[in-house]
């Protein structure tokens, strides 16, 4: 495939791991922001090609892993409403609730639905107007234009019988707070190709000047990731921090306007509660007062819910970069794909299930 | 920006495990391993004998001192039932002719037991039997017995074959997932993932085309030749193990019979064969081919020197055409599977989890 194939060329990736021997002389932390680069680094083994002064830990960018124990509970008590076709990414129904999860909603009848786009929920809603139809509207800002896209749409139609229930985050106040944290090892980010690809990448030069990081912009195919490795640790051993863009084919420093401006018509940025991490201040995106009518914590009163998680996984620390999977006592043992304690042992783009599947 | 906040350990938590063992959900249905768990939990304790246990494609019994049998059975749910390559009766012959196959047995006979849903058209059964009187001639079987029942309209959908084969297994032919050996060579009979593909993209709720065709197929002449070109008295020349990489794909089988053998399946990501339309569906859709569903492909694990007699014999035929070595079997570490990756690193390739695409036979 024309645009893949050349960014897994052997040769290619193979002389981007020896420069990036060369450039390094002594160990360095980086972060990958996002899970679909953590799955990359491990299905091609990458972290195995690396000189070993060079240590990539896992960063928060898996959105089925850092949404809220709550906000699932709240799900999984609307998905079982008699009137309610709840639709959602394929990875939120294994997450695990307090208790139980989407799939076990679905089996005692619940009417819950795989969708790859909310536009399909949208459609659905069309087809059904005697139902309530909910999206499980999660994901960074990547997902981020076509939820707002499906309220405008559903605005323009004229229907009243479709909602979101909204669980959106943002990258750089995790950052900010990984960085902030007195536990933080992280030295240099690759940062999420796809989130600048929509936002650029202008945000972040306040974060690589306030905590003397450098940070790359980062694809996702193995030449992508050594490129981004090479040019954070060229940055790290001249002493420098800024921002730069590794990605150029797809990421502008201004990013996709047109989306950022279907973003703002929708969503006000609101304090999040992230999985495994806590409470970070305007982390989120949440309906704005004039789209509430769209906001399905509103519309279903499900508030009476009391989460409750177990001590057992460490997902948190492995999230913020402090542990990695293999650390936990659980990982392999108590917890695996099937039969996950947490979140980041559940998604595609959840670190411990990369290390699971992959070795 | 907001002031950063210093983050507390006290939100690193996760929830409880979550084990699915009070009620069916569809993961139990994929093939990997919440179906072994089901398998191993539900069915074998109370059914346990030793045809059961080998844990194969078929059971294989001792009928007479002279006269082993291989005996398979295959429900067959595939939505929608007509897809480009194929239809769910075609599936329903193959299936099972497959699963005899896979024990080195020549498939003879078939049973068919029909569940109809109220409202069926019968122009849509007639052309379901009518593939299914095709594929059993294409594999020379004749389907011998049959039932049916009729079920209220919603309690199925349309129609559910479920097929039963029976076979004669060749004398000395001793094939199964357990013998497979350190020092075998694993050969891939075609490129894999087209049937998974091709019945999502009928399905078009994806919203989503693909020019793929499903592989499904009868493989019992293809086995026949492989075994005529093989010495079942010798182990460095006989096949060891065959298996067709049905539900859970290529990467569950590889896992099943690591398991079943105790022995390391070490294979080449470059060597395995996938139609660039099935690697795009699958980079669109975020699916790895290697957990994808095949219906007319075949593993076969072989001693070393059979390797390169019955890759040329699998040539000859229709549905081996594109047969390649894969990889090869090492003693350690055991019931793992390793591949490695296309960038020279090495890397697990772990057994399906749980749903992937419901459905797809």
């Known amino acids: ?359 | 920006m907001t002031e950063p906040k210093t983050i507390s350990m006290q939100g690193a938590i996760c929830p409880l495990p979550l084990v699915h063992n009070e009620k069916i959900v569809m993961g139990h249905g994929s093939g990997g391993k919440m179906s072994q768990d089901l398998i191993a939990r539900w069915f074998m304790p109370p059914f346990d004998n030793p045809a059961l246990r080998a844990g194969d494609d078929a059971g294989v019994v001792q009928a007479t001192p002279r006269t082993r049998l291989a005996v398979s059975t295959d429900s067959h749910v595939v939505w929608p039932l007509f897809f480009p390559g194929g239809d769910i009766g075609r599936l329903a012959v193959c299936g099972t002719v497959n699963d005899v196959a896979m024990m080195g047995a020549n498939p003879l006979y078939l049973t068919a037991g029909f569940i109809l849903e109220e409202g069926l058209e019968l122009s849509i059964l007639e052309r379901v039997v009518s593939s299914m009187r095709s594929a059993a001639e294409e594999a020379g079987i004749q389907i011998i017995s049959g039932d049916t029942k009729v079920v209220q309209k919603g309690k199925a959908d349309l129609l559910y074959i479920n097929t039963s084969g029976v076979g004669l297994v060749p004398e000395g032919v001793q094939i199964s997932g357990s013998l497979a050996q350190p020092g075998d060579v694993i050969i891939l009979s075609g490129p894999i993932g087209n049937h998974g593909i091709a019945v999502l993209a009928a399905r078009g709720d994806l919203g989503f085309q693909a020019e793929v065709q499903s592989d499904v197929a009868p493989l019992n002449h293809l086995v026949a030749a492989m075994l005529k070109a093989s010495n079942p008295a010798d182990p460095l020349a006989s096949i060891h193990t065959l298996r067709d990489p049905t539900r859970g794909g290529l990467a569950t089988s590889l896992n099943e019979i690591a398991r079943q053998s105790a022995v390391c399946i070490a294979v080449e990501e470059a060597s395995i064969h996938v139609n660039p339309a099935v690697a795009a569906a699958c980079e669109m859709l975020g699916f790895d081919p290697l957990y994808i569903a095949n219906e007319g492909r075949m593993i076969a694990v072989v001693g070393p020197v059979a390797a390169q007699p019955v890759l040329e014999s699998m040539h000859s035929t229709r549905y081996g055409e594109d047969a390649r070595i894969i990889g090869h079997v090492e003693a350690a570490p055991a019931g793992r599977v390793l591949m490695r990756t296309v960038l020279g690193s090495t890397r697990v390739v772990d057994t399906l989890s749980s749903e992937l695409l419901p459905r797809i036979c």
Request: charge should be negative.
């Open chain 1, 1 to 359: 495939m024309k645009y893949l194939n050349e960014f897994r060329d052997a040769r290619l990736v193979s002389n981007a791991m020896a420069e990036i021997r060369s450039a390094t002389t002594r160990p360095w932390v980086l972060m990958e922001i996002c899970g679909g680069q953590t799955h990359a680094i491990k299905r091609y083994g990458l972290d195995q090609l690396l000189p070993a002064e060079i240590e990539l830990v896992h960063g928060p960018g898996c959105p089925v892993c850092v949404t809220s124990l709550e906000l699932i509970d709240k799900a999984l008590a609307i998905a079982e409403l008699p009137h309610v076709i709840f639709t959602s990414y394929g990875d939120m129904l294994r997450v695990p609730g307090t208790g139980k999860d989407l799939f076990t909603v679905r089996a005692a009848g619940g009417d819950v639905r795989v969708v790859y786009s909310p536009l399909d929920a949208v459609k659905i809603a069309l087809q059904n107007p005697d139902r309530q139809v909910v999206f499980f509207a999660i994901g960074f800002e990547t997902t981020a234009p076509a939820n707002a896209m499906s309220v405008l749409q559903a605005k323009s139609l004229g229907i009243t019988n479709f909602s979101l229930l909204v669980s959106h985050v943002r990258v750089p106040p995790a950052m900010h707070a990984i960085l902030g944290s007195p536990e933080n090892r992280v030295q240099g980010f690759l940062a999420a190709g796809h989130v600048c690809t929509v936002m650029g990448y202008w945000e972040y030069s306040a974060i690589a000047e306030r905590y003397h990081v450098p940070i790359t912009v980062t694809g996702f195919e193995p030449l992508d990731i050594s490129q981004g490795i090479l040019m954070t640790v060229r940055q790290l051993e001249s002493g420098t921090y800024t921002v730069e863009n590794g990605y150029p084919r797809l990421v502008t420093f201004n990013g996709n306007r047109s989306a950022q401006a279907v973003i703002n018509q929708i969503f006000r940025s609101c304090d999040r509660k992230w999985r495994g991490i806590g409470m970070i201040p305007d982390s989120g995106w949440c309906l704005k007062p004039e789209f509430q009518d769209y906001d399905a914590e509103l519309r279903f009163q499900v508030d009476q819910i009391q989460p409750e998680e177990s001590p057992l996984c460490i997902a948190g620390q492995i999230l913020q970069g402090i542990k990695k999977p293999h650390q936990c006592l659980a990982f392999g043992e108590e917890c695996s794909p099937e039969h996950p304690l947490g979140a980041t042992m559940v998604s595609s783009e959840g670190a411990c299930s990369a290390y699971f599947k992959y070795g």
